[in-house]
């Protein structure tokens, strides 16, 4: 039989109130941040099929020792040397012929550095480079490609940018070749399960790592996903995934969770996991979100892939409202503005 678990999602997001006076409810103070204040949250219990939902104040929960909330509340540590005490950008950098689609291998790479640069130049926080496309439908491509495309790109770009670099990958031989050729994370969209090797070879790179929650392969995610709760689900499958790295000795504090907007789920899946995403901050890591440009925003809006960037933005200050730590993002200088508003807005 299923065992009972017990979820905290914060909701009532308050501005900060310096100076408070005494005896001004207790609030909670999400991911150790002085900016991420929610005055209630909604407690959820499942128990198998039934699950049980209510909300309470913040005051209530201090009072309750509840056990998630010591992870939902204890300060992150940075990751690759970036603070989470503000929403992160990253830069998507992908080098697959059919996102510069000039055919030469060569200007493949030459493309996507100068991509990089630009991004780079633009503000982003973190450059995610990636060599194989995980849209959905996608082929896979074999490690041999992906070294070809990708190593390159990595060698050019770290002696130049001032943001991290990510590598994009499933595979355990490319997070190797790539942290010795400078990148600083790794985001594994299959969250270290795709390669039987991955687990070991990120844990041997002592590099952060992203684990996003994916239902399927590229190929056949998007065949009639289905859930009970898709929230909870997600959560569920992210917290094994933490216990399995952990056994792997990757610690807690050098793993980023993600819901995997867009992998395995149908539109309403995504929407209910855009508006709770804040439920995840419960598995005690910091949170990233890929929003960007995805078909979700098509669905709702009848926009073309390249016409997504007010959705788009909607999504990521969704996200930084709820304490998002990393968006990940195709157009950085239009999340940068969006978010230098609503950050300035915060402290006035
Ligand atoms: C590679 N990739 C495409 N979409 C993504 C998302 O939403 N999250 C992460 N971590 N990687 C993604």
New binding site residues.
Partial sequence: MAAKTLYIRPIARMAPTPGAPAGTPRALRVAGRSDLLFAAAELIERDGAEVRRRIVLAEELHASQHPTLEPLLRRRVPIAGLALDRPLVMG?VNVTPDSFSDGGRHLDADAAVAHALRLDAEGADIL?I?PES?RPGAEPVDLAEELRRVVPVIEALAPRVRARLAI?TRKAEVMRRAARAGVALI?D?SALMHDPEALRAAAETGLPV?L?HAQGDPRTMQDDPRYGDVVLDVYDWLAARIEACAQAGIPRSRLIV?P????GKTLAHNLALLGSVSILHGLGCAV????SR?SFIGRLTGAEVDDRLPGSLAAALLGAAQGVQIL?VHDVAATRQALAVWEGAQGA
Avoid: C, P, Q
Wanted: charged letters at 25%.
């Fill in positions: 998507v995610d990636g995980t994009d985001n969209v992203v996003m993600d995997g907007i867009g992998f990233l979100l890929g929003a995805k990940r």
